[in-house]
C-alpha cells in the first residue's frame, strides 16, 4: 500500500522537524566537547562533608591541629609533613615532628576523615627577637622587637600568676610589618602583677580540599588558617622595677 503524499503544509512541517532535530543534535555535540569539567552535579550526587580544620598552633616543632564537624572530630588521621599526629582531646591532634624545620620552609597539613580530605600547606616564620619591653607607671607595656622577614602578623602576648598552678593572659594583634606595639593601661591586664611579655610570628597558610572555613572557631581557639608561629625570647616585668 501507497503512503499518503504529503501537501504543501505536511511537507513544510516535516522539514522544519527536521531542521529542529538538526539543531538539536549539534547543540549536544558541543556541549560534549565542553567535558565533564563543564557539567554541573546532579541533585542526585552525593557531595563529601566538608571538615573545619585549623591550626590551634602550629610551628616548626610543636603541632595542634583542631578539627570539626558539626562536633568535635576524634577519629580523624591528620599528618603534618607526613608524620601523624595523635589525637589528644575534643578534636585536638597534638604531637611534635621528628624532624623539626627550619624558618623558610614548608610545612604541610593533611587531614583525613570519612572520605573527606583536607590539605593545606604554609612557611614556618622567622623567630622574631624581643629587644625591649618596659611598664609605665600608668600601666602600658610597651614592646619592641626585630625581625629580617615580615610574617603575616605578629602577636604581643602578656602572661602572669593567677595564683598556684594557675596561669592567665591576652594577647593583641599587630600587622607583619610592625617592630612596636604598647599595649594599652587596663583592660585585661591586671595590676601590681609580674608579667611576661613576648612576641609571636604567625603565618596563615592556605587550606583547602573538603573545607569549610570556621566564621569562628568552636571553643575560641584560635584564628581559621593554619596558624604557623614562632616565638621570641620574653622579657619579664613588674611595677616598680
Same mark, same amino acid.
Given at each position: 500500500m501507497r503512503p499518503p503524499l504529503l501537501s504543501g503544509r505536511g511537507v513544510a512541517r516535516t522539514a522544519k522537524l527536521g531542521a529542529l532535530a538538526a539543531t538539536l543534535v549539534s547543540l549536544l555535540a558541543a556541549a560534549a566537547a565542553c567535558g565533564p569539567a563543564h557539567r554541573s552535579a546532579g541533585p542526585g550526587v552525593q557531595r563529601r562533608p566538608a571538615l573545619q580544620v585549623w591550626g590551634c598552633a602550629m610551628s616548626?616543632?610543636?603541632?595542634?591541629?583542631?578539627?570539626?564537624?558539626?562536633?568535635?572530630?576524634?577519629?580523624?588521621?591528620? !599528618?603534618?609533613?607526613?608524620?601523624?599526629?595523635?589525637?589528644?582531646?575534643? &578534636? @585536638?591532634?597534638? /604531637?611534635?615532628? =621528628?624532624? +623539626?624545620?627550619e624558618p623558610g620552609q614548608s610545612i604541610s597539613l593533611e587531614v583525613t576523615s570519612g572520605g573527606s580530605r583536607v590539605e593545606g600547606t604554609g612557611a614556618v616564620p622567622e623567630?622574631?627577637?624581643?629587644?625591649?619591653?618596659?611598664?609605665?607607671?600608668?600601666?602600658?607595656?610597651?614592646?619592641?622587637?626585630?625581625?629580617?622577614?615580615?610574617?603575616?602578623?605578629?602577636?604581643?602576648?602578656?602572661?602572669?600568676?593567677?595564683?598556684?598552678?594557675?596561669?592567665?593572659?591576652?594577647?593583641?594583634?599587630?600587622?607583619?610589618?610592625?617592630?612596636?606595639?604598647?599595649?594599652?593601661?587596663?583592660?585585661?591586664?591586671p595590676s601590681g !602583677?609580674?608579667?611576661?611579655?613576648?612576641?609571636?610570628?604567625?603565618?596563615? &597558610? @592556605?587550606?583547602? /580540599?573538603?573545607? =569549610?572555613? +570556621?566564621?569562628?572557631?568552636?571553643?575560641?581557639?584560635?584564628?581559621s588558617g593554619m596558624n604557623i608561629r614562632a616565638q621570641s625570647n620574653s622579657i619579664t616585668l613588674a611595677q616598680g622595677r
Open positions: 616548626a616543632v610543636h603541632q595542634n591541629v583542631c578539627v570539626h564537624r558539626d562536633d568535635w572530630v576524634a577519629d580523624a588521621v591528620v !599528618k603534618v609533613n607526613g608524620e601523624i599526629i595523635p589525637h589528644l582531646r575534643s &578534636g @585536638t591532634y597534638q /604531637g611534635a615532628l =621528628a624532624n +623539626p624545620l623567630r622574631p627577637v624581643l629587644a625591649g619591653a618596659t611598664l609605665s607607671a600608668s600601666g602600658e607595656i610597651a614592646a619592641t622587637w626585630t625581625s629580617s622577614t615580615n610574617p603575616d602578623r605578629f602577636k604581643v602576648a602578656v602572661q602572669w600568676s593567677c595564683g598556684q598552678n594557675c596561669g592567665a593572659g591576652t594577647d593583641f594583634d599587630t600587622p607583619g610589618s610592625a617592630r612596636s606595639f604598647t599595649i594599652p593601661a587596663g583592660g585585661k591586664i !602583677k609580674e608579667m611576661k611579655v613576648s612576641v609571636m610570628a604567625y603565618n596563615n &597558610g @592556605t587550606i583547602g /580540599g573538603d573545607y =569549610a572555613p +570556621p566564621r569562628s572557631p568552636p571553643g575560641g581557639k584560635g584564628f
